[in-house]
């Protein structure tokens, strides 16, 4: 009966990773008719899908930090010769700095020609969130170095923590062996971070549903509709974005055909999570 049952587990398991996009659109889909229809009839709802949605927000944020330092850390170690990982990080920052401006210019010039966001009220349900005042780039440079490790990671400043990875992963070439034992500590602390966000992925479709939900009865149909229409409108200018400047990458630096191209597939799915095209984007301008 036991064997039966792993079967059956490990059977639900495969059908369910193959089906979750499914399942994530069917919870979004979901929150969105209960927020509209149910969460300002019935209290105990939305204070329950409330408190689902801040669980699984904090799981997920709970291994960013340790998951990218550690993946830097174990990227950077991997390749073990100090200048080819220099040569293949100068090219990779090039590469994203021009995408990025790219990419920025493009959020700033595509919401004025189609005038987006106009007219749109947006109201989050919750507003526990402060503005942090500009910092010049000046400053920002002289903060690249933690001088306290530990409280990058307990403040959240990423670029702090990348910083500190790339340090730690270029000194751990350069110490050879003795570092051996460190680098096997945080490779099992990557395998970790791995794993306990796969875990909390598989949740994702009761997090989109709970999450969804009060942000839906915070602004009723009239905003959602309008909202769908941002969205629609900022993914056809991301893929947009995505084919002609990663597909003329894949083309002309890789020297090959972009379409069905397995790079430029990793990079659609790798980038459509977040891009900072996404950012002016989603700026809602009302008006």
């Known amino acids: 009966m036991k064997i039966k049952r792993r079967e059956q587990t490990k059977k639900f398991y ?8 499914a399942a994530i659109f069917t919870g979004l889909i979901l929150g969105i008719i209960t927020g509209l229809f149910l969460a300002n009839r019935f209290e105990p709802v939305l204070a329950i899908t409330s408190l689902i949605g801040s669980i699984y927000m904090n ?12 993946s830097i850390v174990v990227g950077i170690t991997s390749i073990g010769n100090a200048k080819t990982t220099g040569k293949i990080t100068g090219g ?20 004025r020609l189609i005038h ?30 933690p001088s306290n490790p530990v409280a990058a990671f307990a403040n959240g400043n990423m670029l702090q923590v990348l910083v500190f990875a790339v340090i ?23 395998e970790v971070c791995l794993k306990v966000i796969s875990t909390v992925m598989y949740f994702t479709p009761i997090g989109v549903f709970c999450t969804i939900v009060p942000v839906v009865e915070a602004n009723g149909t009239e905003t959602i509709i309008s909202l769908a229409t941002q969205l ?37 799915i790798h980038k459509s999570g977040l891009h900072p095209v996404q950012q002016p984007l989603c700026r809602l301008n009302s008006r």
């Open 232 to 268: 629609i409108i900022l993914y056809v200018a991301f893929f947009g974005f995505a084919l002609v400047i990663y597909g003329g990458s894949v083309k002309f630096l890789g020297k090959e055909s972009p379409v069905m191209s397995p790079h430029l597939v990793i990079v659609l």
């Open 116 to 145: 987006l966001g106009e007219g749109v009220k947006f109201e989050m349900a919750t507003s526990d969130i402060q503005a942090t005042e500009m910092t010049s780039i000046l400053d920002t440079i002289k903060n690249l170095i």
């Open 92 to 111: 990779a920052m090039i590469f994203f700095l021009c995408t990025t401006a790219l990419a920025s210019l493009a959020g700033l010039i595509i919401p």
């Open 14 to 21: 495969s059908w369910y990773k193959k089906h979750i996009t």
């Open 168 to 190: 730690v992963g270029f000194t751990l070439i350069a110490i050879g062996e003795k570092g051996t034992a460190l680098l096997k500590v945080i490779d099992s602390c990557n």
């Open 59 to 70: 799981a997920l944020n709970m291994m960013i930090f340790p998951l990218v330092f550690c």
